[in-house]
Nanobody
């Protein structure tokens, strides 16, 4: 079983930065995909970024160049550095792991970008 706990969300002004963290429990292999998705009110959940050891990260088109994902396999953690935040980035951000064909999700952390 895998459990994911996100932290780091909050209120930030447009143009600001936030760093989200996700701590995973259970056995996560470096080959397992770890990543972040988000869901804004009235919209479908969408990919923000994902990373697998040995491969370049994937980013959603709307965040490429502004967000950066990183992970520490030994600590079983993944981070999302978000820069140049825009009001359109307001959403609940979910940590995600895919392991052995199964998807695991955290409960989410709310990011609000507003002046």
């Amino acid at each position: 079983q895998v459990q994911l706990v996100e932290s780091g969300g909050g209120l930030v002004q447009p143009g600001g930065s936030l760093r989200l963290s996700c701590a995973a429990s259970g056995s996560i292999l470096s080959s397992n995909v770890m990543g972040w998705y988000r869901q804004a009110p009235g919209k479908e959940r969408e990919l923000v970024a994902r990373i697998r050891s040995g491969r370049d990260p994937d980013y959603g088109a709307s965040v490429e160049g502004r967000f950066a994902i990183s992970r520490d396999n030994a600590k079983q953690m993944v981070w999302l550095q978000m820069n140049s935040l825009e009001p359109e980035d307001t959403a609940v951000y979910y940590c995600h792991v895919r392991r052995e064909g199964m998807d695991y999700w955290g409960r989410g952390t709310l990011v609000t970008v507003s002046s």
